[in-house]
């Protein structure tokens, strides 16, 4: 499954919209994705997981890369 996650790059402060990003990670739960990235200090506001419609929509994005981690 690939997930969608929306965070901020700072984990001590608080989240700003305009400052929110995204990044794409393969993995079977959501609790995988937080195993996978809480190394990073970021603020993970929201994991979104893709439906195969939603999935070919994002990839069409030119910021479509799923991370390797």
């Known amino acids: ?3 969608k996650v929306f965070f901020q ?3 001590s402060e608080v989240p700003v919209r305009e400052h929110t990003k995204t990044v794409y ?7 995988e994705v ?5 190394e990073r200090n970021i603020n993970i506001e929201l994991i979104q997981r893709l439906n195969d419609a939603h999935l070919e929509y994002e990839k069409r ?6 991370e390797n981690v």
């Open 34 to 38: 937080r195993k996978k990235l809480e």
């Open 9 to 11: 790059e700072n984990k």
């Open 1 to 3: 499954m690939i997930f």
């Open 25 to 31: 990670v393969e993995a079977e739960s959501d609790r």
């Open 61 to 66: 994005s030119e910021n479509f890369v799923l």
